[in-house]
């Protein structure tokens, strides 16, 4: 075994023995939120469940298309960051070490940080089994399964492959034209993972087609169920040798890159947080732990304020319809949603040292409310784009859908707060409650 695996392994041993529920949290919560949801997601992805075989097969594999992309969409995403800005890259690049040895611990690293959304969608399948279907299961798990494997070798082959062609006069006048206002190497780490996609979608294509197939009797579908598997064995297979060439020009690259953009952004731009301008409308005696927040979670946690709106974007796609169920489907995704990212007041206080506010003097209770304040005014991007299309779509049934969602944010943000100190219990406390929120949430609607 070499010896960053090695050291990988150690790490997560120290990790678990720290903070021994955070990786347990991470793997099962997602499948247990879906589970909780199968009640609306049913009919959004299985209404076709009583159809005749035709219309039965073509549902199902649009289903395993969009569950399959989804998978490999986090990992491909997940394998960029992996490849390219690891935490231990600074350290990694003063070793002389053989770039080839990284790949299982890259690789291992996406498949640990992507397993949980994707065994919720697997779980989100869970009705055809016992609906009678349980061919279908089986080929939806064998789709997700292959579309998982494959997304991480595609991802950091795309990722590198970047890399190889920043540094490529071949490839010079063509991204040339397609960079625009940014850096000229930062136009293949942009663009040249798009071939990483592409074959990561063709794979769950593939897949789907073959699945559906074999659901409704035709064993011929077996052969685009491999597809995935295919793919992923060629990326890992060409990842070793890519890594060999890429790793330490990345490191060249990314310093052109941040060089680049410090050139033309102010100091203001790189200061700049999400939301700092709200710290004004804090109590005065709250306004600076407002402040340190709102820089804590834009610049370590950047993630989870995107991804607020990302996941308000996905329950604004859920209730975009015209029908009576779908302010319901909005009010359980959105609500889910601060569910699940509420935890951010937990993760900024887990990633404080536990001595930090006594030793520059933070009292406690102002220091949890403005954290509960500034976590509140973060997660209202998974609310915003779902209000807007329930006033589009349905009026004013969105008012009660609000009313819920922002009390569902309070509930969560307060929890999130004042369960941070307790460290290592805090999901403890915090998972039940959020989970009751969202359960109270979705029964608001008549």
Known sequence: MNALVRAERRIRRNRRAWEPLVGPAALLGPP???????????????????????????????????????????????????????????????????????????????????????????????????GGRPLALVAGVVVLLGAW???????????????????????????????????????ALIWVPGLAFAAAAGAVLAAAHGGAALAVGHPSGA???????????????????????????STVVLAEVDAAWARVQGIEDRLRVHLEWTVRFFPPPLRIHAL?????????????????????????????????????????????????????????????PPWLGRAIGLPLLPRLAARAGAVGLLLQGAVLPVVLAMLVRHGAQALPLFAALEATIAVCALVG??????????????VPLATGAWILATRCLP
């Open 32 to 130: 247990l939120l879906a589970l909780l949801a199968l009640r609306w997601t049913r009919p959004v992805l299985l209404g076709f469940e009583g159809a005749g075989e035709a219309v039965f097969r073509d549902g199902l594999e649009g289903v395993f298309v969009r569950l399959g992309f989804l998978v490999s969409g986090a990992g491909l995403l997940a394998a960029h960051g992996a490849a390219l800005r690891p935490g231990d890259r600074p350290v990694l690049d003063l070793l002389p070490l053989d770039p080839a040895l990284l790949r299982p611990v890259i690789l291992g690293r996406v498949a640990r940080a992507t397993a949980g959304p994707a065994l919720a969608c697997a779980v989100l399948l869970l009705p055809l089994g016992w």
């Open 149 to 187: 494997l494959a997304a991480a070798p595609l991802g950091c082959l795309g990722a590198l492959g970047g890399v190889l062609a920043a540094r490529s006069p071949r490839w010079s006048a063509f991204l040339e034209l397609l960079r625009g206002s940014s850096p000229p190497m930062q136009a």
């Open 223 to 249: 052969v685009g169920l491999v597809a995935p598997f295919v793919v992923a064995g060629a990326g890992r297979v060409l990842l070793g040798p890519v890594l060999d060439r890429g790793w330490y020009a």
């Open 417 to 430: 707060a004042a369960a941070g100190p307790m460290r290592r219990a805090s999901l403890v406390a915090y």
């Open 292 to 352: 340190r927040t709102f820089r804590h979670a834009w610049r370590g946690l950047r993630v989870w304020v995107t991804g607020a709106w990302g996941l308000g974007f996905v329950g604004a796609v859920a209730g975009w319809s015209g029908e009576a169920e779908a302010p319901r489907r909005a009010l359980a995704v959105a609500a889910a949603a601060v569910g699940l990212l509420g935890a951010l007041g937990l993760r900024l206080e887990t990633l404080d």
